[in-house]
């Protein structure tokens, strides 16, 4: 069975730093494109970053230059670096598979709220 557990979220305030995990299980990791995700209350979910199997990496435009995704495949674990944070980083990070069918079910996410 799959499961995906989010995990280091909190309250910061601007321009300051985090770094989110996310561990996969009941997969094959190191074959999967994975992201991370974010919705905000009252938004759709968006993709914010992206790494394939082979390390490739992409970033959304509003987050080039502060956020940086990164992946250790020994530990089936993916991890998003958030520099920088703005009050608009508001949101429940999830993380998922990307390029591909959702894996099922999404973890429970990890809330960032960013104070200004």
């Known amino acids: 069975q799959v499961q995906l557990v989010e995990s280091g979220g909190g309250l910061v305030q601007a321009g300051e730093s985090l770094r989110l995990s996310c561990t996969a299980s009941?997969?094959?990791?190191?074959?999967?494109?994975m992201g991370w995700y974010r919705q905000a209350p009252g938004k759709q979910r968006e993709l914010v970053a992206g790494?394939?199997?082979?390390?490739?990496?992409n970033v959304a435009d509003s987050v080039k230059g502060r956020f940086t995704i990164s992946r250790d495949n020994a530990k089936n674990t993916v991890y998003l670096q958030m520099n920088s944070l703005k009050p608009e980083d508001t949101a429940v990070y999830y993380c998922?598979?990307?390029?591909?069918?959702?894996?099922?079910?999404w973890g429970q996410g990890t809330q960032v709220t960013v104070s200004s």
């Open positions: 998922n598979a990307f390029g591909r069918t959702y894996l099922q079910p």
């Open positions: 009941g997969i094959i990791f190191s074959i999967n494109d």
């Open positions: 790494i394939t199997s082979g390390g490739s990496k």
